[in-house]
Structure formats: structure tokens, C-alpha cells
């Protein structure tokens, strides 16, 4: 059984029989974070645990013992998800800036074989979007509504998966095509909805201290 964690660095006793990994990260959750505060990284032995995309069951066959290292970072959601947002607003700029210019190249080289110069770029750029949105959602979501962010996270998945089928198929108008009707406006969507995502926790966070303040 789990005898000690570390919490950023600090040593803290473990008061309960701890058994697996889920059980750490329950008992952690409920007894040592603030309302304000989230797991961000987990470290076991050592070994980097990937806990947001791992299901239930696999963390509670992550067996602990009294020599476990198990070494937690926490952070203020406020402050993690502020920065996620931002870092996905300016790659939707950086984005946009750069569709039309690829959709012409993309045009222009229907019937070649070759992947025009840009094309894996925006791969990338929207595969790293899609996961920081789905971690500002796991970050938000008991927070504040995240509706809007949610349909079009769908909605861009979709348009994403279009965009690969059509560059599987070396279709490059039909990429052209979904890059100036389908993401470009997506992206647009989604920056003006992160930007009010912004307001909403800065009032979230800011209600929630004040009440905190009138109940010390």
C-alpha cells in the first residue's frame, strides 16, 4: 500500500490503505486539491502516466506499494486553462492566415501525385487543436458551460476527417474546397467561442473567490 506522494515536490503522508492508482487519485482529488486546482501531471517510478485518456479499469490495475514513487502535479485550473485557450486562439490565427494561400496551391495541383508543400502542416495544426480543446473541456467543464466549444469540436472532427479522406485520395480541389468551406469557418467559430469561454471563467473564478472571501 501507498505510503507517501508528492505533491509538486512536497512529501505527504498517506493516511489510508491505497491500493491502486485510481484510489490515489481519488483520495487526492477529494482531500487535497482546491475547488480551483487540477491534476496535470501524474509520474509513477519514474514512469509519465497518461491518466486523462486512461479508462477506469486500467488505472485500478496500476497495483501501489509501500517503495511506490508516485509524484503528482496539481495547478489552478484558471491558470492552465487560460493558457490552453490561448494557445489554441493564436494556432486558429496562424490557421486561418494560411488556408487561402494553400487552398490556391491545392487547386492548382489537381492531377499531381504529390502533396502540395502545407498540406501535412495543417494535419498537424488541427490534430494538436482537437486535443487541447478535449483538455480545456476535461479542465471546464464542471465549471462553466462548454456547449458551443463541444458542437463545434464535433463539428471540426468531421470537417477533419473529410480533409484527410481527400488527401488520401489526392483530391486536392476537393481539399481546397473543404479548407475555405468547412475548416476556415470552424476555425473563426471556434476563436470567437474560446474568446467567450475566456470571460466566462475569469467570472467563474472570480464569483468563486468572492464567496470563499465572504465565507473566511
Known amino acids: 500500500m501507498l505510503k507517501t506522494v508528492y505533491l509538486n515536490q512536497k512529501k505527504v503522508p498517506v493516511p489510508i490503505p491505497i491500493k ?22 501524474i509520474e509513477l517510478d519514474g514512469n ?7 479508462p477506469e479499469s486500467k488505472l485500478c490495475a496500476i497495483k501501489l506499494s509501500k517503495s511506490s514513487r508516485l509524484d503528482i502535479q496539481i495547478d489552478s485550473v484558471q491558470e492552465i486553462s487560460i493558457q490552453t485557450i490561448d494557445a489554441v486562439r493564436n494556432l486558429c490565427v496562424v490557421m486561418e492566415r494560411s ?5 490556391v496551391k491545392c487547386w492548382q495541383s489537381e492531377g499531381d501525385k504529390e502533396k502540395p508543400t502545407g498540406v501535412s502542416t495543417v494535419e ?4 494538436l487543436i482537437l486535443d487541447l480543446i478535449s483538455h480545456v473541456e476535461i479542465l471546464v467543464r464542471e465549471r462553466v ?5 463541444q458542437l463545434i469540436n464535433t463539428q471540426l472532427q468531421h470537417e477533419f476527417e473529410m480533409f484527410r479522406r481527400s488527401v488520401e485520395q ?9 479548407l ?9 467559430e471556434l476563436n470567437h467561442e474560446l474568446s467567450m469561454l475566456q470571460n466566462s471563467i475569469f467570472e467563474n473564478f472570480a464569483e468563486h473567490k468572492g464567496h470563499q472571501t465572504k465565507l473566511g
Open 145 to 149: 458551460s462548454i456547449r458551443n466549444i
Open 124 to 127: 498537424e495544426d488541427l490534430d
Open 20 to 41: 491502486t492508482l485510481y484510489e490515489a487519485i481519488i483520495w487526492i482529488e477529494k482531500h487535497l486539491l482546491r475547488d480551483t486546482q487540477s491534476i496535470t501531471r
Open 170 to 178: 489526392q483530391s486536392w480541389k476537393v481539399v481546397a474546397k473543404v
Open 99 to 103: 488556408l487561402k494561400p494553400l487552398a
Open 180 to 188: 475555405l468551406q468547412k475548416i476556415e469557418p470552424s476555425l473563426g
Open 48 to 54: 509519465l502516466i497518461d491518466f486523462l485518456d486512461e
